[in-house]
């Protein structure tokens, strides 16, 4: 094998006499190693959205919601122990949701208010890490204060302290419609989670949304967290199914599983282009191969005149093949991994000479490309280098093999 080794070295070095063998040889492995840098891109690129998505979204958005079908929950504290008893359970805590209209000056927009127990929030959830300048220990019931997404404080020119006009939906008769409720409130701070989901949403102490509903102790519902975010749906079904009393119930797969189930989509692709653009890359060494075995023809005729087998010839060309490989795949990995790394910072700069985001935050969960880059990728990515390589280089090693020397030194 050593042979094998330091001959095929010795054919590649001597491949520079030959033009054309040198500049295919260049071809090919930078092939491969630009398939490959894509596809490692690719697949961190698919690994951050899918890290953004349980550390941003699953992690501000309950994993699941208990609500009767009509009306208000008025003995919400019993199903909360109920709830509380499941082992699959981790936090159950009440809430109150309704849709309204924020106002300020002229600026008008609708908002999903949600009331919250701001207490409770900081222990099961990490929205309050979002709130800009750490304004959430001054989100208080009975204080007349309301935190406000920063997409719609945008819309609505509102800044952090200043005061803003909340209109709730007043319940009207067939035969008279009653005017909205108007209630002052001060921006105590500004969610932002850097898409969507801060977009129209403004949130309430609790306390202050029943106050405001006139529902007294009633909420509308109770939010759930259970411990494998991924079950969700089937955790909260039997957890219902084991209640006293018939609510509906939803998860966040209904809301937002279609993002799950795209990345994880967008990966089976991936792992399929990426047999087929490494195995395109690859199969360029056959070209490569099938050239340098004709380039050297001359030296096998010599090799096995001295005695090689046909064997060894075959562990030379074979040899040729997977150094290419080998070349174009640490170049292809190396190029890859240094990208993703940076990646996010040269979509940054990217966006900054184009002028506009290329994520628009209004239809995605994120308004910047994530990465993360994962060491089983790299190497599945890398191995199916190397055999698609020593597969391309069989044929032309065996190739190489049914060389006649006598006819071959009797043409020179």
């Known amino acids: 094998m050593n042979l094998s080794l330091i001959t095929a070295l010795k054919f590649r070095k001597g491949r ?10 260049i071809i090919s492995t930078l092939s ?17 959205f899918e890290r953004e998505l349980h550390n941003r979204v699953l992690s501000v958005v309950p994993h699941g919601q208990l609500y009767p079908e009509y ?15 499941s082992n699959n359970i981790v936090s159950a805590v009440p809430f109150v949701s309704f849709t309204g209209l924020i106002e300020n000056g002229s600026k008008l927009g609708a908002v999903e208010v949600q009331g919250i127990d701001p207490e409770k929030e900081k222990q099961i959830s990490a929205l309050p890490n ?15 204060r309301i935190i406000i997404g920063a997409g719609i404080a945008k819309s609505l020119s509102v800044s952090e302290g200043g005061w803003v006009s909340l209109l709730i939906p007043a319940s009207s008769t067939p035969n008279q419609l009653k005017p909205p409720k108007r209630v002052r409130l001060q921006v105590v701070g500004i969610l932002e989670l850097s898409g969507s989901l801060s977009n129209n949403v403004a949130l309430l ?27 969700a749906n089937q955790i909260i079904g039997q957890a219902s199914l084991n209640l006293e009393e018939n609510l509906s119930f939803t998860s966040w797969e ?13 990966r089976q692709i991936m792992y399929l282009a990426m047999i087929v653009v490494i195995g395109v890359a690859c199969f360029n060494i056959v070209s490569t191969l099938v050239i340098a075995v004709k380039d050297k023809q001359r ?7 001295l005695g090689a087998t046909n064997q060894l010839i075959k562990h030379i060309f074979i040899w040729y093949g997977v150094i290419s490989g080998l070349i174009g795949s640490l170049i292809g990995v190396i190029l890859g991994v240094v990208l993703s790394w940076q990646l996010s910072n040269i ?36 191995i199916t280098s190397m055999l698609l390589s020593l597969i391309a280089s069989y044929y032309p090693a065996k190739r190489a093999c049914k060389i006649d020397p006598a006819r071959i030194l009797n043409s020179f």
């Open 254 to 266: 209904n809301s937002f599983g279609f993002m799950y189930r795209d990345i994880q989509m967008i």
């Open 299 to 305: 030296d096998i005729a010599i090799l096995k005149t």
């Open 130 to 144: 979002y709130v800009l300048n750490n304004k959430w220990q001054d989100f208080k019931p009975d204080r007349q």
């Open 347 to 382: 979509m940054g700069v990217v966006e900054s000479l184009m002028g506009h985001k290329i994520l628009n935050s209004n239809i995605y969960f994120i308004d910047f490309l994530p990465s993360e880059i994962h060491l089983f990728d790299v190497l599945v990515v890398f």
């Open 16 to 25: 520079r006499k030959s033009g054309m063998v040198s500049l295919i040889s």
């Open 71 to 85: 009306g208000n929950l008025d003995n919400w504290r019993h199903v909360q122990q109920e709830l509380t008893n």
């Open 205 to 231: 102490p609790l306390t202050d949304a029943q106050k405001l509903l006139n529902i007294g102790d009633n909420v509308t519902g109770i939010m759930i967290n259970v411990n494998n975010v991924y079950q």
């Open 32 to 48: 491969i190693a630009i398939g490959i840098a894509a596809l490692i891109i690719g697949l961190s690129a698919m690994n951050g």
